[in-house]
């Protein structure tokens, strides 16, 4: 018996989760065995006990195998200092339950081609795998301060450091994600100006010698933010480091037009048998310019679950029945309205799952 803990967050967080617990009775009723339970995160969290997510909160995600997340944030908490705000609740989970790997694919949706920013014949068919580190690196490093020096003037300064073990283990996730793809792994580091970038080529290449079956390249990440624009199906599975890898998996997303669609895992490695705790959630924030309409598109959180079911719960054929429903509802034309083409009638959030479930019933 697995345990899933649902965090739906600010804005269309509720909306776009509740649609997604839909999916999650017909996984329930297909035979996968789960506990839910229900709690908050973020601004709803700051409102209800004063802190952006709750202490036992933090307790039940770790007794629980995965956690859906919807989104956080809002104009309304948007005045709040740094450690207080809604965002920090989702910082201190992925530390907590130590995710460092975190994974985000960029695929294209064929039929959507037109809302991409890029020409056609560069995305078509895209499949890229982003492999960020999540838990280390400049955005944690210390020491960080923002403060007035011995002459003075106002100075800030961010640490960026990585230990080899830190390293290591978010590029074991890449090699053993690129075995059940094309095998190709691109790491992307600044090896040429940053001592960790040169720490980093060299420890993902040691660990690429226990990967003889998967092809190691090496990138700049000036040139790989080039190359995403230029050339991006050269690319199977990109693992860098956090600051890049979120610089980088915009970009990405940004090439495929389809920010709605997106899914996102956070993992704490990869288990044999794919039962990693993992954290999963829509690569989107809480919409707050469509809150409570009812337009919000699930299919986000949707293929988060469809990733969850693959990588937390062991159960990767529901995962590939729900992608491939959610890409027949895309093929066959049904749009909420941020995928929809000018003058094309678009349905609901919940006329969006109702097409899924149907598409799910009729395999
Ligand atoms: P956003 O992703 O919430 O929205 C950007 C644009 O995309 C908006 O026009 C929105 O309506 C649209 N959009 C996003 N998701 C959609 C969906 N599922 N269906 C249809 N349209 C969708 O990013 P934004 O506006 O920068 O941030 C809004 C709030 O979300 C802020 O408070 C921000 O801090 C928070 N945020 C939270 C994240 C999280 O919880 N992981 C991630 C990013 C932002
Ligand atoms: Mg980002």
Redesign the pocket.
Known sequence: MFKLLVLP?????PE?VRETLRVVDWARNAGLRIELSEALA?GASIDAVGAPIAEDVVEQALASDAVL???????K??HLPRPQ???MG?LRLRQALDLYANLRPAVCFDELLDASALKPELIRGLDILIVREATAGVYFSLPRANEVGPDGQRRAYDTQAYTEAEIARVCRTAFELARTRQRRVCSVDKANVMETGALWRAVATEVAADYPDVELSHMYADNCAMQLVRRPDQFDVIVTDNLFGDILSDAAAALTGS??LLPSASLSGLGQGGNSRGLY??????????AGQG???????ILSFALCLRWSFDRADLADRLERAVRRVVSSGVR???IAHPGVAAVSTIEMTDAVLAALAAE
Not at 69 to 75: Q, Y
Not at 281 to 290: N, R
Not at 295 to 301: H, K, L, S
């Open positions: 967050g600010d804005g269309i967080g776009i973020g997340f919807g989104a956080v944030g809002g104009p908490w948007d705000r809604p965002e989702i920010l709605g959630e829509p690569i989107h924030g809480s919409a707050p310019d469509i337009v919000a598109n699930p299919i986000a959180t909420t309205p941020d």
